[in-house]
């Protein structure tokens, strides 16, 4: 059988030849555009050197019942944030919105560390964490930051929902993954395998669908300038958000 350090060696080279290759898409973008793709080449490279990190054997350290693996836990906690925020962001949410998502992803995350490592009730409370913070961003994602998302332009609402329906959808495959995951479905192999497949859809397919469409943002901009009006919460926009909070 494929050892899941192979699976993870191939996966590197993946995410590496996907860095370049998204890096030079990004430089057919007009330099304004840039500014929101390149955190997430950022990410695919990031990636190709934690998951080789990982393949190697680095940064499994033992924790109660199961193991923190340190490189796939930089990852996350690195990547989570960004899409799930900048989802949020291109609804033209308020910051509070905003780092209410974020916030609730990191949570999230770190109540999947717990209930790996953890048995009992603290497991189980842990996991049920999981669901209830996965629940919440469906509501927000669903409510104030759509709401936020049908004061845009048309366009960029339509970037929204592709965008919340990208994260919700993947995601949620990769919480069902953690579920089995934790109770003990899956070989070493498959592990590897479905978790690796999940990962390069949510880092790869999300850098490359911001990339597609990153200059929507612009034209919006250019549309509120020209009648006045707007919130303009990213950066270097030096104003305060006034989406509704």
């Known amino acids: 059988m494929i050892e899941p350090s192979t699976v993870r060696f191939v996966s ?31 990410v695919v490279a990031a990636a190709s050197v934690l998951v080789a990190a990982r393949g190697a054997g680095v940064g499994a350290v033992p924790v109660g019942t199961g193991e923190l693996v340190l490189p796939q836990t930089v990852s996350d906690y690195a990547t989570y944030p960004l899409l799930f925020g900048f989802a949020a962001f291109v609804a033209g949410a308020s910051r509070r919105y905003i780092g209410v998502v974020v916030a609730t992803i990191l949570l999230m995350r770190t109540a999947y560390d717990v209930a790996d490592v953890a048995d009992g009730t603290v497991g189980l409370a842990a996991t049920a964490a999981i669901v209830v913070g996965y629940a919440l961003l469906a509501l927000l994602y669903f409510g104030p930051v759509a709401a936020a998302a049908r004061r845009r332009s048309p366009r960029r609402a339509l970037f929204y929902r592709k965008t919340r329906n990208l994260v919700l959808f993947v995601f949620g495959i990769l919480i069902t993954w953690a579920m089995l995951q934790l109770f003990g479905v899956f070989d070493a192999f498959t592990q590897a395998v479905t978790l690796e497949y999940i990962d390069f859809i949510l880092r790869v397919g999300f850098a490359g669908f911001v990339i597609a469409n990153a200059e929507t943002l612009l034209d919006d901009e250019g549309e509120a300038d020209a009648t006045g009006g707007g919130d303009r919460t990213g950066p270097g926009s030096g104003t305060a958000p006034t989406a509704a909070d």
């Open 12 to 42: 590197a080279t993946l995410y590496g030849g996907w860095a370049v290759a998204l890096f030079a898409a990004v430089r057919l973008k007009r330099p304004a555009a840039r500014r929101y793709c390149y955190p997430f080449v950022a």
